[in-house]
Nanobody, 119 residues
Framework: QVQLVESGGGSVQAGGSLRLSCAAS????????VNWFRRAPGKELEFVTS????????RYADSVKGRFTISRDNAKNTAYLQMNSLEPEDTAVYFC????????????WGKGTLVTVSS
């Protein structure tokens, strides 16, 4: 069973950048779709982006298109979320989650990493 650990959160001023990492252990990501979600204070969980490990295809929420980029490193079994032009509205706990390509159920979630963007 895959386990996920996020890292890279922190505090940044508006307009700044951060890179989050989602490292997998226990299994490789080879047959997974890796997703990033976020939960802002007082709000529901929101889909941010995903990457299909086999072909690298990606999806983005409209709110982050053009600012965030998801990528993968096969050798490190790690997914990354590069966040540029951060806005205060991006403040949230960011979670990575993985599901098998053939499943709609998530096999694993990380514990989350906090991103705080100040104006």
């Amino acid at each position: 069973q895959v386990q996920l650990v996020e890292s890279g959160g922190g505090s940044v001023q508006a307009g700044g950048s951060l890179r989050l990492s989602c490292a997998a252990s226990g299994r490789t990501f080879s047959s997974y779709v890796v997703n990033w979600f976020r939960r802002a204070p007082g709000k529901e969980l929101e889909f941010v982006t995903s990457i299909t490990w086999t072909d690298g295809s990606t999806r983005y929420a409209d709110s982050v298109k053009g600012r965030f980029t998801i990528s993968r490193d096969n050798a490190k079994n790690t997914a990354y979320l590069q966040m540029n032009s951060l806005e205060p509205e991006d403040t949230a706990v960011y979670f990575c989650a993985a599901r098998e390509i053939t499943s709609s159920a998530y096999a694993a979630w990380g514990k989350g990493t906090l991103v705080t963007v100040s104006s």
